[in-house]
């Protein structure tokens, strides 16, 4: 696979790949088995540089652009696919304060993001209301200088480790248009963590239920203007989605490095299972579609990193990604056999992992449903 990447990025991977070879995937297998939330690790990233990528270094960010954003989640995911995810959240509650944000909210609520000190979540879904934002009831109601906050959101990755909250709510009357966007700082009244949510796979990765009763919010952690929310959250996700495609495609990495260790090394029928050509067929696939969702994932970034539209693009990527990524943990365990169902191989583990990947940041049918619209406006 060929794309063009500067030395600065080359040396930004490299740093990653040595990073998660000797911090992130040795207790891979420990930290799911424990559902143990990679706190320590999470810190030394912060101080790497690795939660505000596409972050100004006035406010905290390394500011590296999005390839190189790209370029690190894969190399991480490559690892762990929980500690990829944290990763990925946090940068992606950057976004609205980066961009819609204004300069004491930069300073005051991204810094400390951007720079690691605390880590992000991203509050949108709700009990019901998934794909289709409009629909969410947590309401924010005005009281002099404040919002109160009330409703109940679901599966907020970061949730019980966060320190800042990036909150669609609505202020306003049904539809896209009543909805606003707001910071909520852990420790205010009212915010409730729930437990930890049991999940069948990226068990490292924290996932909580947060609700929020009375919950008081300043005027001043309101991320742009009431009514802007939708527009402001959707933009964000186009963001969100090039991470998720970066994680499926480090997984899938992975998937293929387990499959040809496997193959080469396990016998049957007086030869390496790698001399059979179903198990070629196999790889080959793997190989494939590594590498398409590599050109997929990278080049959504490079628009995103030149300032051009890249909402099609990051779709497909994530759609492309995600899919591809469960045909590869499928094939993978497959040519693992009866050994790839137990706990003693990672692929076990990889395969939990990579389900969720066509479901969060949108299912991999509102990826079809973006690019064939996208696809329709050019007719």
């Known amino acids: ?85 944290t990763m990925s959240v946090t940068n992606l509650a950057c976004e609205p304060l980066a961009r819609f944000g204004n300069d004491e909210q930069k300073k005051r609520l991204l810094g400390p993001l951007a720079s690691g000190r605390v880590l992000g979540a991203f509050a949108l879904t709700e009990p019901g209301a998934g794909s289709n934002l409009a629909e969410i ?16 959101k679901m599966f907020i990755t970061n949730g019980g480790y966060a320190g800042i909250f990036i909150v669609l709510a609505r202020t306003g009357e049904g539809g896209g248009k009543g909805l606003s966007v707001f910071a909520v700082e852990k420790g205010s009244s009212g915010l409730i963590i729930g437990p930890a949510v049991e999940k069948m796979g990226l068990r490292a990765s924290n996932t909580v239920e947060i609700i929020f009763e009375d919950c008081e919010v300043p005027e001043e952690n309101r991320i742009g203007r009431e009514g802007e929310g939708l527009a402001i959250i959707t933009q964000a996700l186009d963001s969100g989605r090039i991470g998720i495609a970066a994680q499926a495609t480090g997984m899938i ?112 049918e509102i990826q079809k449903m973006v690019i064939a619209r996208e696809a329709l406006k050019e007719l």
């Not at 790497?48 to 995911?77: C, N, R």
């Not at 009831?137 to 009330?150: D, I, M, Q, T």
Request: aromatic share 8%; charged share 20%.
């Open 137 to 152: 009831n947590c309401g924010a109601r005005r009281k002099g200088s404040c919002y109160h906050l009330n409703g109940t």
């Open 253 to 364: 990495k992975a998937c293929l490095d387990e499959a040809v260790s496997y193959a080469k090394e396990r016998r049957q029928f007086n030869k390496p299972l790698a001399g059979h050509q179903a198990i070629q067929w196999m790889i080959a696939e793997m190989a494939t579609g590594l590498d398409a969702s590599k050109l997929l994932a990278l080049s959504a970034a490079s628009l995103k990193q030149q300032g051009k539209p890249f909402t099609r693009e990051a779709s497909m990527a994530k759609y492309f990604a995600s899919e591809a990524l469960n045909r590869a943990a499928y094939n993978a365990l497959q040519i693992h056999g009866g050994y790839g169902y137990t706990k003693e191989f990672p692929i076990e583990r990889l395969y939990r992992d990579a389900r969720v990947t066509t479901i969060y940041e949108g299912t991999s």
């Open 1 to 85: 696979m060929y794309f063009p990447v500067t030395q600065e990025q080359e040396m930004i991977r490299v740093m990653v790949e040595q990073f998660t070879q000797r911090e992130v995937a040795p207790g891979a297998m420990r930290r799911d088995a424990r559902a143990e939330f990679p706190e320590s690790i999470v810190g030394k990233m912060g101080e790497l540089g690795l939660l505000g990528m596409m972050v100004p270094s006035e406010y905290g960010g390394s500011d590296v652009g999005a390839v190189a954003y790209v370029l690190a989640v894969m190399e991480i995911a490559r690892g762990c696919a929980s500690t990829a995810v």
